[in-house]
């Protein structure tokens, strides 16, 4: 049975860099009842970030509709190259998550869709825990809404 923070159906795109892909591959064996969809990288070989948090975003932005609101994780070193990177694509609305308050409202506050996380700063243990609170968390709506709009334009 999955963990009661995990909604029937979960499907989340992931990538990383070559700084992070034992992290991810660590998390996608732990989330085991998430349905992934591995957009890379496979090794440490040197690879750029743009390119694989790219991958992430576009599939994302295509399969979003009213019905349907996928989401990403996007993993490297630090975090931030992959924010920056997925923070480029309009719809995009990527937070590096570093606690469960700043994640918590990421979500309440600003409907991200794509959660960074840094392979160098947290602990497997402290990315599940945000993982976990990024998908029980709703967006409020309400105020926050004409917020998102205004970032859309």
């Not at 998390?27 to 969809?37: G, P, T, Y």
Request: hydrophobic fraction near 35%.
């Amino acid at each position: 049975m999955p963990p009661s923070f995990i909604k029937k159906d979960v499907k989340l795109h992931i990538a990383c860099d070559h700084a992070a892909t034992e992290t991810k591959d660590s998390l996608k064996q732990k989330l085991a009842h998430i349905e992934w969809v591995d957009h890379g990288t496979q090794g440490s070989e040197s690879v750029n970030y743009p390119d694989f948090a790219g991958k992430v975003c576009s599939a994302i932005l295509k399969e979003q509709s009213e019905l349907t609101q996928p989401q990403g994780i996007l993993i490297c070193g630090s975090g931030v190259g992959m924010s920056m990177a997925a923070n480029r694509h309009k719809g995009i609305r990527a937070v590096l998550a570093y606690n469960s308050e700043v994640t918590m409202l990421s979500r309440q506050h600003n409907a991200s869709n794509v959660l960074c996380l840094g392979s160098r700063l947290q602990n497997l243990e402290q990315m599940i825990s945000i993982i976990e609170t990024w998908l029980k968390t709703e967006f409020e709506k309400g105020r926050h809404q004409n917020r998102i709009d205004l970032m859309d334009v």
